[in-house]
């Protein structure tokens, strides 16, 4: 349903926080407990420049930078059409910003699959709605 990106923009170390992965976790119904999960974990040591690419399911984690650099990291999440994204980018960049993008950055962005706050939103004709066709 999701798989998750991140771009190292600086090498993850154990002592900067590399992020903690518990393979085959996504399969689980239950969270695990803290003790097993930091035991069993694998660890994303890496140079800035990689990216990993794995099931959002799987259970993960920031560790602690016991260092007095930064660990800057992007990241991404790619699912379905139809699964919301984390930040609703129309309502922090403005709805009217959006009426100059092209449909492309109108889509990528969550301009044609934003959710009515009121019933004045949900009640527009089709070309004014909120809910584009086309997003499945």
Known sequence: MMIQMIVLLDDF?????????????????????????YQKADRAIAKRGSILLFD????????????????????????KPYMKQQLDYPRFLGYEYGEGLGEDLRQILGYNARVPANLHEFYQPPHKRMYQPGQG
């Open 13 to 37: 170390t154990e002592d900067n926080g590399a992020t903690y992965l518990l393979t085959g976790s996504h399969r689980q119904d239950v969270k695990p407990e803290a003790e097993e999960f």
């Open 56 to 79: 959002s399911n799987l259970w993960h984690a920031a560790g602690v930078n016991n260092t007095d650099t930064q660990r800057r990291v992007l990241t991404l999440s790619f699912t």
